[in-house]
């Protein structure tokens, strides 16, 4: 009998990647042109592989016109949604090896956890493309 693979809460992964996000540089220089933070930048980027919508802001708006809120609290910990302008000007100067080590750390996590497994196939490989 196969053994079922482990499986993990959203707000989990999304606590943990939030934590991970600490460490990224903040470039701006102190000042008035702070009302986004860069992890809210990063975790607006991240939810497109959730929302399957290339904006999120939009996407947030347009559920809170039809269901007369969004997630963009509950789920991302975002507390103000920047565009995506506004995303591009606060991650594009954060050097990529930064956003990598995050990305290692939270597969790390992810394969400590034993979630990962039901996405392996043949020779161990992932398979991103799996519905669950």
Do not use: C
């Not at 993990?8 to 701006?28: A, G, H, I, T, Y």
């Not at 904006?55 to 910990?77: E, I, P, T």
């Not at 954060?94 to 992810?110: D, G, I």
């Amino acid at each position: 009998m196969a053994q079922k693979a482990a499986t993990l809460e959203v707000s989990e992964l999304m606590q943990f990647l939030r934590q991970e996000l600490d460490d990224l540089p903040e470039e701006r220089k102190p000042g008035n042109n702070r009302k986004y933070e860069v992890e809210d930048a990063v975790m607006a980027a991240f939810s497109v592989f959730f929302t399957q919508s290339p904006s999120f802001l939009n996407h947030q708006r347009l559920m809170k016109s039809n269901k007369g809120k969004d997630n963009a609290k509950s789920l991302f910990s975002i507390e103000k949604i920047p565009g995506d302008n506004q995303i591009r000007n606060l991650l594009d100067p954060v050097p990529a090896s930064n956003v990598s080590r995050t990305f290692q750390k939270v597969y790390q996590w992810l394969k400590e956890k034993g979630v990962l497994e039901k996405f392996l196939y043949l020779d161990g490989e992932i398979d991103l493309l799996q519905k669950s």
